[in-house]
């Protein structure tokens, strides 16, 4: 089967009835890393953006009541330090709690322990300290992999993904979420399966979906 490709002009058009909502793991085992080793991806449904920060959060390609997510490159740093840029035209993003961590399973062909990471980000419009906290959130997610013989971790690839979602919109706060008994016809995207609408799934262990990739 041809891999799915639901993207057009820079932003996800999905079908009607069909949804992306695929879990922490699904977006770093089956997504990022794919990208980072250049793998095939289960379906074409995230976007590539050279550097998100260069965009106010309602400015993005797609629908403004819809969760986005986009590959995008590391965000810059400011020229005096290592913090990073994430500066827009109309304010900043600024991580909040705790980073998350993400395992991965255990696999042959990984040398190196390898994990993900996810940043909670929150939109504050205008310039510090006269800024006011927004309703957009950015889980940014990343894949860490252990030095050797060091005790610590380091991004591995360009790539970042990230998912923005305003969480005054309670259909949207944080992952979708679908309830079948809402529609007979809707449909999940995730990595782990694609159903269509005669109810046939085509699994991970589908050539196109398998979770392969080498680092």
């Given at each position: 089967m041809?891999?799915?490709n639901f993207v057009k002009d820079g932003a996800v058009n999905l079908p009607p009835g069909f949804r992306f909502q695929p879990t922490d793991e699904e977006i770093v085992f089956q997504y990022l890393a794919r990208k980072v080793t250049s793998s095939p991806l289960p379906a074409s449904v995230i976007p590539d953006i050279e550097n998100i920060f260069n965009y106010d959060p309602w400015n993005l390609p797609g629908d403004m009541e819809e969760?986005?997510?986009?590959?995008?490159?590391?965000?810059?740093?400011?020229?005096?330090?290592?913090?990073?840029?994430r500066a827009s035209g109309s304010g900043y993003w600024?991580?909040?709690?705790?980073d998350k961590h993400i395992m991965f399973?255990?696999?042959?062909?990984?040398?190196?322990?390898?994990?993900?990471?996810?940043?909670t980000l929150v939109f504050y419009i205008g310039k510090h300290p006269h800024s006011s906290r927004s309703n957009w959130i950015m889980h940014e997610y990343r894949l860490?992999?252990?030095?050797?013989?060091?005790?610590?971790?380091?991004?591995?690839?360009?790539?970042?993904?990230?998912?923005?979602?305003?969480k005054n919109d309670?259909?949207?706060?944080?992952?979708?979420?679908?309830?079948?008994?809402?529609?007979?016809?809707?449909?999940?995207?995730?990595?782990?399966?694609?159903i269509d609408q005669q109810g046939s799934s085509y699994g991970s262990?589908?050539?196109?979906?398998?979770?392969?990739?080498?680092?």
């Open positions: 041809d891999k799915l969760d986005k997510y986009f590959f995008s490159k590391k965000e810059d740093k400011y020229r005096n330090g290592n913090r990073s840029n600024k991580a909040t709690g705790l399973p255990a696999r042959r062909n990984i040398k190196q322990p390898v994990m993900g990471m996810r940043k860490l992999q252990s030095q050797n013989n060091q005790n610590c971790m380091k991004q591995l690839g360009d790539w970042v993904l990230c998912h923005i979602f305003s309670e259909a949207t706060a944080g992952s979708l979420f679908y309830d079948q008994s809402s529609s007979s016809t809707s449909c999940c995207i995730g990595s782990s399966a694609i262990d589908h050539e196109e979906t398998s979770g392969d990739y080498n680092i």
